[in-house]
């Protein structure tokens, strides 16, 4: 048991560190090698989703591949997870995002840790992460109600992928992911300002998420 649970909690530690390594490096790779704003996010969206496909994929029969504590709060809600294992997620996926954006800012030549000033406030960017939170628990939830969870890295990717472009806020959807990208003054970073309106607007999403859920008949 202690086995098992020790290699769920290594699988949300490196899956959340290895997300947070692809975030931060390929944006400060695209800021490195083009010019175009919209050249830098392709090259972050399509590392993003590569990624992603392949943490679900391999860390999933494991871990369940939540890395996001959103994803783990809404499986504690569904009694799929205890109490005290959801917190040790969450712990290890908070740990991981930390070290991948150390590690990112190490490979690159900067500081280890140093603030974002990339301002992501204002209420149109709140709303964006609203609908990219509830999104995505609404996939999760309709792919699990349709029997259909060996398509979670392509579909799970894809809206992650498709957020990225169509939401104000670049879809963070992810506390873990909020809290790291502050940690790191490139491409991909956040002020640290923002963050607290972010993980509430994720928050708010989580309950919108579940709501649209069980409409259908998900949870």
Request: hydrophobic letters at 55%.
């Amino acid at each position: 048991m202690v086995a098992r649970v020790s290699r769920r909690l290594t699988s949300e530690f490196i899956g959340t560190a290895l997300l947070l390594l692809t975030i931060i490096g390929s944006g400060i790779m695209a800021t490195n090698i083009s010019n175009d704003g919209g050249v830098r996010l392709m090259i972050n969206v399509f590392c993003i989703i590569s990624i992603l496909a392949v943490l679900i994929t391999i860390f999933g029969p494991i871990s369940g591949a939540h890395f996001n504590p959103i994803v783990t709060i809404v499986e504690l809600w569904r009694r799929q997870i205890s109490a005290a294992t959801a917190a040790l997620y969450v712990g290890v996926q908070i740990a991981g995002a930390i070290v991948g954006t150390i590690t990112a800012n190490f490979m690159f030549n900067k500081p280890l840790v140093f603030a974002s000033h990339h301002d992501r406030s204002g209420m149109s960017k709140y709303l964006g992460e609203v609908l990219a939170t509830a999104g995505l628990l609404v996939v999760i939830a309709l792919l699990r109600k349709n029997q259909s969870l060996r398509f979670a890295p392509v579909v799970i990717s894809a809206w992650i992928g498709a957020a990225c472009f169509f939401t104000s806020s670049t879809s963070f959807v992810n506390p873990a992911v909020t809290i790291a990208r502050s940690m790191s003054n490139t491409y991909a970073g956040i002020a640290p300002h923002s963050i607290l309106p972010f993980i509430a607007a994720q928050m708010v999403g989580m309950v919108l998420g579940i709501g649209v859920s069980r409409f259908f008949g998900a949870r």
